[in-house]
């Protein structure tokens, strides 16, 4: 079978139309699930899957499919895809760049009147960010069993709305149930969002494992006094507390080699500059390919936290926000990713990936893999996100010579 050929032109210009929408007055890009601007980017995606031909369907989560019908309805379908929701002050390519690459392997398929074996899904999961509502990869954590429909329609978010009620207020609160597509394998294609494909002068990552993944939220509860006038000694300082574990977490995952931690949100109270901090919330993000790694990384976290308590007189909670275990991928999918590379002449190497993906969930119901393409610099979640119209035309084709390999 002749090798199909993706309409670069196409993928690059939706990308860039997809891009435009949610960006503020200010030129920040921002697109948080079940907001008007995600609404605007669903209507849009919608629209060019009509364009194709494919039927859509919503189903109770907001989940988005296209469906290329195949020459067995019966069959599981090929499904791939990613998300279209961002943080705050996005980039342009983190998860469209996988629903709109699957978009051009189907309208690939449709050009040369191909019908393929099964039907070809393209899917854009709901809430994968998480930072409206909670946990992230949501959508496609009710998809794969993980979560209660029920229970993620009642998510309340940051901004205390609920996730049920938004979905509804924006059109995008489907009747289909969450699962009823169960396919044969999944497919994901994302910019890297770290440096070490470009770092290595390579062009295609075959992501064979995906980290596991712990989120906590700590508060620490002190005594609040006068900056001045309480001696050192005699203070309850929750404001120390965090400082340290803070420290402490950095100085153990660089002694490890693999693991990853991360306070990236701290709230201070009553947060002024001559008042002793009464209380401090912060989460922690823990990050490793193992497991037993992650669990242990955990445990230090409590023993630091005992020592803090100890030492400054301070009150400390934990709250598990999220735990995924690590994931590794199908064998075979990630061999045709590799081979589908290397007979197109382009550069592959086998990954982890750092970051938590909707394949993530996938894999608990189905073969799952990932491709990669660089990101200059690392970059990602960040308007300087950037991978070349090369590199995006050509993880496109890999994807492309891959799902030709199931048709």
Same mark, same amino acid.
């Given at each position: 079978?002749?090798?199909?050929?993706?309409?670069?032109?196409?993928?690059?210009?939706?990308?860039?139309?997809?891009?435009?929408?949610?960006?503020?007055?200010?030129?920040?890009?921002?697109?948080?699930?079940?907001?008007?601007?995600?609404?605007?980017?669903?209507?849009?995606?919608?629209?060019?899957?009509?364009?194709?031909?494919?039927?859509?369907?919503?189903?109770?989560?907001?989940?988005?499919?296209?469906?290329?019908?195949?020459?067995?309805?019966?069959?599981?379908?090929?499904?791939?895809?990613?998300?279209?929701?961002?943080?705050?002050?996005?980039?342009?390519?983190?998860?469209?760049?996988?629903?709109?690459?699957?978009?051009?392997?189907?309208?690939?398929?449709?050009?040369?009147?191909?019908?393929?074996?099964?039907?070809?899904?393209?899917?854009?999961?709901?809430?994968?960010?998480?930072?409206?509502?909670?946990?992230?990869?949501?959508?496609?954590?009710?998809?794969?069993?993980?979560?209660?429909?029920?229970?993620?329609?009642?998510?309340?978010?940051?901004?205390?709305?609920?996730?049920?009620?938004?979905?509804?207020?924006?059109?995008?609160?489907?009747?289909?149930?969450?699962?009823?597509?169960?396919?044969?394998?999944?497919?994901?294609?994302?910019?890297?969002?770290?440096?070490?494909?470009?770092?290595?002068?390579?062009?295609?990552?075959?992501?064979?494992?995906?980290?596991?993944?712990?989120?906590?939220?700590?508060?620490?509860?002190?005594?609040?006094?006068?900056?001045?006038?309480?001696?050192?000694?005699?203070?309850?300082?929750?404001?120390?507390?965090? +400082?340290? %574990? !803070?420290? &402490?977490?950095? =100085?153990?995952? #660089?002694?490890?080699?693999?693991?990853?931690?991360?306070? /990236?949100?701290?709230?201070?109270?009553?947060?002024?500059?001559?008042?002793?901090?009464?209380?401090?919330?912060?989460?922690?993000?823990?990050?490793?390919?193992?497991?037993?790694?992650?669990?242990?990384?955990?445990?230090?976290?409590?023993?630091?936290?005992?020592?803090?308590?100890?030492?400054?007189?301070?009150?400390?909670?934990?709250?598990?926000?999220?735990?995924?275990?690590?994931?590794?991928?199908?064998?075979?999918?990630? +061999?045709? %990713? !590799?081979? &589908?590379?290397? =007979?197109?002449? #382009?550069?592959?190497?086998?990954?982890?990936?750092?970051? /938590?993906?909707?394949?993530?969930?996938?894999?608990?119901?189905?073969?799952?893999?990932?491709?990669?393409?660089?990101?200059?610099?690392?970059?990602?979640?960040?308007?300087?996100?950037?991978?070349?119209?090369?590199?995006?035309?050509?993880?496109?084709?890999?994807?492309?010579?891959?799902?030709?390999?199931?048709?």
């Amino acid at each position: 079978m002749q090798r199909l050929a993706i309409d670069g032109t196409t993928l690059l210009a939706q990308l860039g139309q997809l891009g435009a929408i949610g960006i503020d007055a200010m030129g920040a890009r921002t697109r948080l699930a079940a907001s008007e601007s995600d609404k605007h980017g669903r209507d849009q995606l919608v629209a060019w899957m009509h364009d194709i031909g494919l039927e859509v369907r919503i189903d109770a989560i907001g989940n988005i499919y296209g469906i290329l019908p195949g020459r067995d309805r019966t069959a599981a379908p090929l499904m791939l895809g990613s998300h279209i929701d961002t943080v705050i002050n996005a980039g342009m390519y983190d998860g469209c760049y996988g629903v709109l690459a699957g978009l051009a392997v189907q309208r690939a398929l449709c050009q040369t009147g191909i019908v393929p074996a099964c039907d070809v899904v393209v899917v854009a999961f709901t809430n994968e960010e998480g930072v409206r509502y909670q946990p992230d990869m949501l959508g496609s954590l009710v998809v794969a069993g993980g979560m209660p429909v029920a229970d993620a329609l009642d998510v309340i978010g940051t901004d205390g709305t609920r996730l049920g009620d938004e979905l509804a207020r924006i059109g995008y609160a489907g009747d289909m149930q969450p699962g009823s597509i169960v396919p044969s394998a999944y497919i994901e294609l994302h910019v890297e969002q770290g440096p070490m494909l470009e770092h290595a002068d390579v062009l295609i990552g075959a992501v064979a494992h995906l980290q596991g993944i712990s989120w906590q939220q700590l508060t620490i509860t002190g005594q609040a006094n006068h900056a001045g006038t309480t001696p050192m000694t005699m203070r309850h300082d929750a404001g120390v507390a965090a +400082a340290g %574990i !803070t420290v &402490a977490l950095h =100085q153990y995952a #660089l002694a490890s080699g693999t693991t990853r931690a991360t306070v /990236g949100s701290m709230q201070v109270s009553p947060n002024a500059i001559n008042v002793i901090p009464q209380q401090v919330v912060m989460t922690v993000d823990i990050r490793d390919p193992d497991d037993a790694r992650v669990d242990a990384a955990e445990a230090h976290l409590r023993e630091v936290m005992d020592a803090m308590c100890a030492t400054h007189g301070v009150d400390i909670t934990a709250e598990r926000l999220v735990r995924f275990p690590a994931v590794t991928f199908d064998a075979d999918l990630v +061999a045709r %990713i !590799t081979q &589908a590379a290397t =007979q197109r002449g #382009l550069s592959c190497m086998p990954m982890i990936s750092g970051a /938590g993906h909707d394949a993530q969930m996938m894999a608990r119901i189905a073969p799952t893999a990932m491709i990669f393409v660089p990101s200059r610099g690392g970059i990602s979640h960040n308007p300087a996100e950037y991978t070349s119209d090369a590199q995006l035309i050509a993880g496109a084709q890999v994807l492309c010579d891959v799902v030709q390999t199931f048709i």
